[in-house]
C-alpha cells in the first residue's frame, strides 16, 4: 500500500528509492556523451524525438509483457496526457534553449530551476513538507552544478535571454512531469505510466521526425548504437528505474537527486571524451556530491 498523500514510507523505502532516482540520473548523465559520439548531421531535436519514440516502444512493449497496461477505462488519460506533454516540452525547450544560449547556461538554466520548481510545486500541490535538510542540499547541489558548468565554460559563456527563458521553461517541464507522474504512481504500476506517457511524448514529437531532417545519419554504425543507448538506456531503463523510485520519495527530493545527471555527464566527459577540469568545476563537483550525499542520508 503506498503511503498517503504527502507523507512518506518507511526509511528503507525511503532510501532504496533515492538510490533508484540517483541510478536513473547517472543514466540520464550519460546522454551528452552519447550525442557527442554521434555522427555528424544527427541534429538534437530528431535525436530528442529519436530517443521518445524508441523508449516509448520499449516501455509499452515491456509493460505489455507484464500484462501492466490498464484498461482503457481505467486509464488515467488527462493525466497522461499532462505527463506526456511535460515530457515533450522538456525535450523541445531544453534542446531550443541551449541552442541559443550555449550548453553551459542552458544547462545552468534547465537543470539548475528543476529542484526549485519540484520542491515549490510538491508543497503546493502535494502539500509535502520541504524541512531544513531538503533545503540546505539543494542548495548545496545547485551551486555545486551552477560551479560545474560555469567553470568548464567560463571564458565562453553567452547569455541570451530566450534561449534562458526556454530552458527554465524546460526546467519547469520535468518539475511538472515528476510531479503529475507522482500522482499517476499511487493508482497505476510504474510500468503502466512510463509506457503511457513516453509513447503519447512520442507522439506529440513525430512531426519533429516528419518535418524532413536529414536522418541518413542512422545508417551509420555508431549512430544506430547512440540512438539505441538513448533509447533504451538513458529513457526506457532509468525511467523504469525513476518511477520506481518516485513512488517511494518526495517529488522536492526526486527533482534534487536528478541532478547527479551533471555530475555523471562531467566525469564521463573527462574519462571518455578527453575534457580538463578547472578548480573551480572540482569544487563544484565536490558541493554537488555533498548535497546529494546529505539528502540520501536524512
Request: with cysteine; net charge positive.
Amino acid at each position: 500500500m503506498s503511503a498517503p498523500r504527502g507523507e512518506l514510507p518507511q526509511p528503507a523505502g525511503r532510501r532504496s528509492g533515492d538510490l533508484l532516482v540517483l541510478a536513473a540520473a547517472m543514466l540520464w548523465g550519460t546522454t551528452g556523451t552519447a550525442q557527442a559520439l554521434a555522427p555528424a548531421g544527427a541534429e538534437p531535436a530528431a535525436v530528442g524525438a529519436l530517443r521518445l519514440l524508441i523508449g516509448g516502444a520499449g516501455l509499452l512493449a515491456f509493460a505489455a509483457l507484464r500484462k501492466k497496461i490498464p484498461a482503457v477505462s481505467e486509464l488515467p488519460l488527462r493525466r497522461s496526457l499532462l505527463a506526456a506533454v511535460f515530457i515533450a516540452a522538456y525535450q523541445l525547450c531544453f534542446f531550443a534553449g541551449v541552442a541559443r544560449t550555449g550548453v553551459a547556461v542552458g544547462t545552468m538554466a534547465g537543470i539548475g530551476s528543476a529542484p526549485i520548481f519540484g520542491g515549490l510545486l510538491g508543497a503546493g500541490l502535494r502539500k509535502e513538507r520541504l524541512d531544513r535538510t531538503w533545503a540546505a542540499a539543494t542548495a548545496l547541489a545547485i551551486a555545486g552544478c551552477l560551479l560545474m558548468v560555469g567553470g568548464q565554460a567560463a571564458a565562453r559563456l553567452r547569455v541570451d535571454l530566450l534561449g534562458v527563458g526556454l530552458a527554465v521553461a524546460a526546467g519547469l517541464a520535468y518539475a511538472s512531469f515528476t510531479l503529475v507522474s507522482k500522482g499517476m504512481l499511487e493508482t497505476q504500476p510504474p510500468e503502466a505510466v512510463t509506457g503511457i506517457i513516453f509513447s503519447l511524448g512520442a507522439i506529440f514529437l513525430l512531426p519533429v521526425l516528419l518535418a524532413g531532417p536529414d536522418l541518413s545519419w542512422l545508417a551509420q554504425p555508431n549512430g544506430l548504437l547512440v540512438v539505441l543507448h538513448l533509447g533504451l538506456l538513458a529513457t526506457m531503463l532509468s525511467y523504469l528505474l525513476f518511477t520506481r523510485g518516485l513512488q517511494r520519495i518526495k517529488v522536492s527530493t526526486a527533482t534534487t537527486l536528478s541532478l547527479a545527471e551533471p555530475l555523471t555527464a562531467a566525469t564521463l566527459g573527462v574519462l571518455v571524451l578527453g575534457e580538463q577540469l578547472t578548480p573551480v568545476t572540482v569544487a563544484g563537483m565536490a558541493l554537488l556530491v555533498g548535497g546529494l550525499v546529505i539528502l540520501t542520508r536524512k
